[in-house]
């Protein structure tokens, strides 16, 4: 297990949650319901100052930084690639990242934008709508990302936001193959699939050893009138070696070679799925990286998807983890 170094690549985020209806999000809010949207920093804090005061609550977040985060937490040796500004915010990200153990050498800084926002409205039906300001995140290019990056990294996660940034990629991914390193793909939102499905079909085939697609991505993707997921597995696993299916309440179809699971979901009360699918991916990428075969990382996805569901916003307490390593432990 200390073999295997983790890097994550994607845009540390400070997560800004916020409990509201379905009326509020349809008339304050554009776009469809679910996913992730962009503004600029006018909008959003036009969009902040609509919340009624105290209503935010603030968590550290970005899509694949959940991912490396709770890998850190499971005792995994991790780092991350990606940018902050030079303000407070992005002290806070560093400082909690390290001192939960995780390798901070590889954060970019941006000296004009401030660390990226996103603010995550959860509606009673505990899905969440994304409205994001990238700020620094936004800034980082092909030429800020070395082979040096890659010093004693055995394993990339990558998320699909960063398809907004030229280059970064298809750059990232190439030297992690050169390096000798496995790679991991999250879609990260239908939208995504949506902008750069030409882009995805080209990484996929390069370099991705495991995607990652949850319902709505993977529906997207494989543009089914009605949705089959074991088709979606069939084709997301036909272009690389292993496919994961996120399917919320339903679990999980996963497909490696001539390998095919079928996760069954762990029910609980959901109050929030900011980071589910983050979170699941870490289990999973737990079990894969550390040998435990495609059945047994797919069982462990399902354990912290289900915990990350019971509380607002995409961090575990502290108080949960001795549990959940007792849980992985179990044979």
Known sequence: MNSVKVLGLGSPI???????????????VAGEKGGMGMLD?????????SFPAGKLKKAIGGSAFNTISALTSL?????????????????FYRNAYAAAGGDISRFRFSSSEPTATCVSLITPDSERTMRSHLGASSTLTPDEITAADFDGITHLHAEGYMLFLPGVLDKTMQLAKEA?????????????????????EALMDKYVDIIFANEDEAREFCGADHFEPEKAAEQLGSVCSTAAVKLGKKGSLLKQGGEVCRIAPKIVNAVDTTGAGDLWQAGFLYG???GLGLQRAGELGAILGAEIVQVIGAEIPTNRWDSIKAQFNQK
């Open 14 to 28: 400070l997560d800004l949650l916020v409990q509201v209806d379905d009326s509020f999000l349809a008339s304050r």
């Open 288 to 290: 894969w990286l550390n």
């Open 180 to 200: 000798g390193c496995t790679v991991s793909f999250d879609f990260s939102s239908f939208e995504v699939v949506r902008i750069f499905r030409k882009e995805i």
């Open 75 to 91: 005792g995994m040796t991790t780092s991350f690639l990606g940018k902050v500004g030079q303000d407070a915010d992005g002290d």
């Open 41 to 49: 920093a006018e909008e959003q804090k036009k969009l902040i100052d």
